[in-house]
T-cell receptor, first 111, second 115 residues
């Protein structure tokens, strides 16, 4: 699976959009981009995933660049409860669901 | 979705002893995994728990230290054997409802402290 690079930390004001970048320049054609988050003292939570098209669900939007070398997770109106570590993971459909977590981005939402 | 119950939620153990952690899922699942999260660190995959056969361990993890059982499609155990303070971590169970889709669900974890 391709390696990902994320900034170690970010801040965001409550109510504003949080844009979390992820670089995955070695991604191959059959690999998906998955996003998870881990709120303090909880297990990770699935957020969203995509292959090449932009995706949106009730939690977030995922924007994948045309060359698929990077992506951005967007929380449109961040709340204090969105404070967490966010993990971008690239995984191939052949890899039977083994998630390999990197170091992630620690997002702090402040009032 | 899936609801995962892990027991115990936390424990303090003496070095040299063993602890067995249980993971119970509210539905039958194909894939079950065990992760370790050391203090301040990200998650590291220990092994895939295979139903009816030996677990598949990741590099750096061995069966003698982390024996795993999976007697059916809803239950698994992880034992941390002959514990040392370096084993102090959060241990998490994870399941995937459909093979080939990485939308996993995680338990709340077991916080282990070895003294």
């Amino acid at each position: 699976d391709a390696k990902t690079t994320q900034p170690p930390s970010m801040d965001c004001a409550e109510g504003r959009a949080a844009n979390l970048p992820c670089n995955h320049s070695t991604i191959s054609g059959n690999e998906y981009v998955y996003w998870y988050r881990q709120i303090h003292s909880q297990g990770p939570q699935y957020i969203i995933h995509g292959l090449k098209n932009n995706e949106t669900n009730e939690m977030a939007s995922l924007i994948i660049t045309e060359d698929r070398k990077s992506s951005t997770l967007i929380l449109p109106h961040a709340t204090l409860r969105d404070t967490a570590v966010y993990y971008c993971i690239v995984i191939g459909s052949y890899n039977t669901d083994k998630l390999i977590f990197g170091t992630g981005t620690r997002l702090q939402v402040f009032p | 979705s899936a609801v995962i119950s892990q027991k115990p939620s936390r424990d303090i153990c003496q070095r040299g002893t063993s602890l067995t952690i249980q993971c119970q899922v509210d539905s039958q699942v194909t894939m079950m995994f065990w992760y370790r999260q050391q203090p301040g660190q990200s998650l590291t995959l220990i092994a895939t728990a295979n139903q009816g056969s030996e677990a598949t361990y990741e590099s750096g993890f061995v069966i003698d230290k982390f024996p795993i059982s999976r007697p059916n499609l809803t239950f698994s155990t992880l034992t941390v054997s002959n514990m040392s303070p370096e084993d102090s971590s959060i241990y998490l169970c994870s399941v995937s409802l459909q093979q080939g889709r990485a939308e996993a669900f995680f338990g709340q974890g077991t916080r282990l402290t070895v003294v």
